[in-house]
């Protein structure tokens, strides 16, 4: 079972949690009983307080947590059932950016973002096509040689996003990507998101605490509060428990 993965059956279903529950093994419920459909090519905020379970929904969609209960569908694929000898075929069709950049110290920016390319048994020159792309994307095109310790902040998460997106992903994940960055910074990360999200129709989904920038953007927002879903809004706001009631 699950040996095919066929991307992109359904568009209207990219991604579909139905019933989905994660229970860790300590008896903490992350997520309860949570139903979502998202497009493809949608941006999606999930927003929620912390340990309200954002980064638990996040993890199920690349198969880093199996869901308890209930099924879990990205890009047609049955993401619980998928053997884990399977699983990384699903994580090349899927960028992740982390709060913490996660860069390796020792490789400058180049290396850094070919190495996801690295066991794909493509070409020296494929991959330089590729890695200078995703370097254009974020806008660093300049600074491929220089090495993690070098670059700002801000600049070390370009890195990560141009890593994300070098093999052209269909889901982009981000868990709290402006974390650790100031205000300014934060923004011109999301202006680099969104642009990639216009221009090549990647799904976004994106779990922060940003609220000015969730404010600002006007995106479709999903709060989470103790697990469960208590808002989803096209063009919504950043809403906290205090003004949603459960739906
Ligand atoms: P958020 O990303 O919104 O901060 P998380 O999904 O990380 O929330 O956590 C939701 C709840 O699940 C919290 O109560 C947290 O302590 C718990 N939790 C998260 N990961 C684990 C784990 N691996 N084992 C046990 N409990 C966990
Ligand atoms: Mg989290």
Redo the contacts with the bound molecule.
């Keep these: 079972m699950c040996d095919i993965i066929i991307m992109v059956i359904n568009d209207m279903e990219f991604i579909s949690l139905k019933d989905c529950y994660k229970i860790?093994?300590?008896g903490?419920t992350?997520?309860a009983r949570l139903n979502l459909k998202i497009e493809k090519g949608e941006f999606v905020f999930v927003i929620?307080?912390?340990?309200?379970?954002?980064?638990?929904?996040i993890?199920m969609l690349y198969r880093e947590?199996k869901p308890s209960k209930g099924e879990v569908i990205v890009g047609g694929v049955n993401v619980a059932k998928l053997r884990d000898s399977k699983v990384y075929k699903l994580r090349r069709r899927i960028g992740i950016v982390f709060q913490d950049f996660k860069l390796l110290p020792n490789l400058n920016v180049y290396e850094n973002v070919a190495f996801p390319l690295e066991s794909f048994g493509l070409k020296k020159s494929e991959i330089k096509t590729k890695v200078h792309k995703a370097l254009d994307q974020v806008g660093l095109r300049e600074k491929y040689k220089s090495f993690p310790r070098e670059l700002s902040g801000g600049e070390q998460q370009r890195v990560c996003i141009a890593r994300a997106i070098v093999n052209e992903p269909k889901l982009l994940i981000c868990?709290e990507p402006t974390g650790n960055l100031d205000s300014d910074t934060a923004k011109e990360i999301m202006n680099v998101i969104e642009k990639i999200n216009k221009e090549t129709q990647t799904t976004v989904i994106m779990?922060t605490h940003a609220k000015e920038i969730v404010n600002r953007m006007k995106k479709r927002v999903v709060c989470?509060e103790n697990?469960v879903l208590v808002y989803d809004k096209e063009k919504g706001t950043y809403k906290t428990h205090e003004n949603t009631k459960a739906i």
Excluded: L
């Design positions: 860790y093994r300590n903490v992350a997520v929620g307080s912390s340990g309200s379970g954002k980064s638990s929904i993890k947590e868990d779990a989470i697990g």
